[in-house]
């Protein structure tokens, strides 16, 4: 139980285009879900939460604008890297959490964007 | 501010061996809760073991165990009887805040490798 799953794992685009990552939640219903963006080598730092119907918390630095994220319905939230640049390439994955309440997040497999 | 301190970049083990990788940890909360995640060259976040702040016995999940010290405010994880697919880096990470609108402050990790 608890899978989460992310699309796609990989994607590469040229810069200047939009990018949409999808993070779903596969057995359960995810109240909250979380991105966070891992550079090579480094820790997870968290960009944003959301929480189904309502808008995303952003971390403090993370650009509203430039990281869309809608978190639609119970088992799927979305992250659009909107106008990527180079600077943009990172290794980008999402947690979802089964309740409010609960303490452990399940993480989906994560997605390596390049862009170029 | 709350933060997670893990102090060895990299740990080898042979095969068959138990390993102890060290976290601390600073907050201020009374209630809180400690996790460890393992993380595969693959990018997936794999969650291990989890205990929380009130909890008495220290957690235990197979091969894993959390050392818990509250006074010490250290959470260590122990990996009994290694593994080669041991290898792998391992994050530590505190719950920072209460409710529903929780999230996971992660340490800088450890990178696990396991001799045959």
């Known amino acids: 139980g608890a899978v989460v799953s992310q699309h796609p794992s990989w994607v590469i685009c040229k810069s200047g285009t939009s990018v949409k990552i999808e993070c779903r939640s596969l057995d359960f219903q995810a109240t909250t879900m979380f991105w966070y963006r891992q550079f090579p080598k480094q820790s997870l730092m968290l960009m944003a939460t959301s929480n189904e119907g309502s808008k995303a918390t952003y971390e403090q630095g993370v650009e509203k604008d430039k990281f869309l994220i809608n978190h639609a319905s119970l088992t799927l939230s979305t992250l659009t890297v909107t106008s990527a640049h180079p600077e943009d390439s990172s290794f980008y994955i999402c947690?979802?959490?089964?309740?409010?309440?609960?303490?452990?997040?399940?993480f989906g497999p994560g997605t390596r964007l390049l862009v170029l | 501010a709350q933060k997670i301190t893990q102090t060895q970049p990299g740990m080898f083990v042979q095969e068959k061996e138990a390993v102890t990788l060290d976290c601390t940890y600073d907050t201020s909360d009374q209630s809180y809760g400690l996790f460890w995640y393992k993380q595969p060259s693959s990018g997936e976040m794999i969650f291990l073991i989890y205990q929380g702040s009130y909890d008495e016995q220290n957690a235990t999940e197979g091969r894993y165990s959390l050392n818990f010290q509250k006074a010490r405010k250290s959470a260590n994880l122990v990996i009994s009887a290694s593994q080669l697919g041991d290898s792998a880096m391992y994050f530590c990470?505190?719950?920072?805040?209460?409710?529903?609108?929780?999230?996971?402050?992660f340490g800088a990790g450890t990178r696990l490798a396991v001799h045959p």
């Open positions: 947690s979802a959490r089964i309740g409010y309440g609960q303490e452990t997040q399940y």
């Open positions: 990470a505190m719950r920072e805040g209460l409710g529903g609108y929780n999230k996971l402050i």
